[in-house]
């Protein structure tokens, strides 16, 4: 049984919000890329990547 790859949502900023989307979510968390081009949502495992051109702040 093949694995659902989580959600990528592709962003502008280094600092995202996460609430798990939906109805159903989870708390409102806010996450920082720090030195990477990536975080993932501890709580969905939704992955944010800073968009191509973007710039690191």
Avoid: N, S
Avoid at 25 to 37: A, C, F, R, S, V
């Amino acid at each position: 049984m093949p694995i659902e790859v989580p959600e990528i949502t592709e962003c502008d900023e280094t600092r995202v919000a996460c609430d798990g989307g939906g109805v159903l979510g989870h708390p409102k968390i806010y996450l920082e890329m720090g030195d990477q081009t990536y975080v993932e949502c501890p709580y969905c495992d939704r992955r944010f990547v800073l968009r191509e051109g973007a710039q690191a702040h």
